[in-house]
């Protein structure tokens, strides 16, 4: 199971106008910002990543208003290629990695696929992911689960993360979830 203590999440180019014409947009943006907002209130580390932000635009302002810092920007498809996050990776000291994002077949499935090949355990937020195309959403997500990546939902990592009622952030991500 992935634990509070092992995790961190990767935010994958939420930008610009992509992300407001990717496949079912609302929820993605709405998903990636409660991931982001309970994960500050249980302390994971977030690596926020913009593709090109000088050409794509910023990451959505209602993402951005949760995360802190600065984002990583990239020009590789793979965030495992570019030499800011991986330091930002390793300063970590994680090993599991829950990827969210845009597109599910391009920059997510090649971070994730880079982060699974170093030894990493992987997991990919299915209702926080997406493309421009549901169809090439499927394809990033099944090639994916092939590399043992496997699928897992906002709420349910959230609860993986809680493991317990009695957490003490458990009401905090309650209202996040409801």
């Not at 000088?54 to 990451?59: E, P, Q």
Request: aromatic share 6%; with cysteine.
């Amino acid at each position: 199971m992935f634990t509070v203590e092992d995790a961190c999440l990767v935010v994958v180019d939420v930008q610009g106008k992509l992300a407001t014409i990717v496949d079912d947009s609302e929820v993605v943006i709405q998903n990636v910002a409660k991931l982001v907002q309970a994960m500050n209130a249980l302390e994971v580390p977030i690596l926020w990543l913009e593709q090109n932000p000088s050409r794509l635009g910023g990451t959505a302002l209602e993402i951005a208003q949760h995360l802190q810092g600065q984002p990583l920007a990239k020009i590789a498809f793979s965030a495992c290629q570019e030499a800011a996050f991986v330091d930002a990776m390793k300063g970590s000291g994680r090993t599991q990695f829950i990827v969210t994002g845009i597109e599910t077949h391009i920059c997510v499935y090649q971070t994730a696929r880079q982060l699974k090949e170093q030894g990493f355990e992987v997991e990919v937020v299915v209702d926080a992911v997406s493309s421009r195309t549901k169809a090439n959403k499927e394809i990033g997500l099944e090639k994916m689960k092939a590399l043992d990546i496997l699928p897992t939902s906002t709420e349910m990592i959230l609860y993986e993360l809680l493991q317990r009622a009695d957490h003490a952030h458990f009401k905090t991500v309650l209202q996040l979830i409801k």
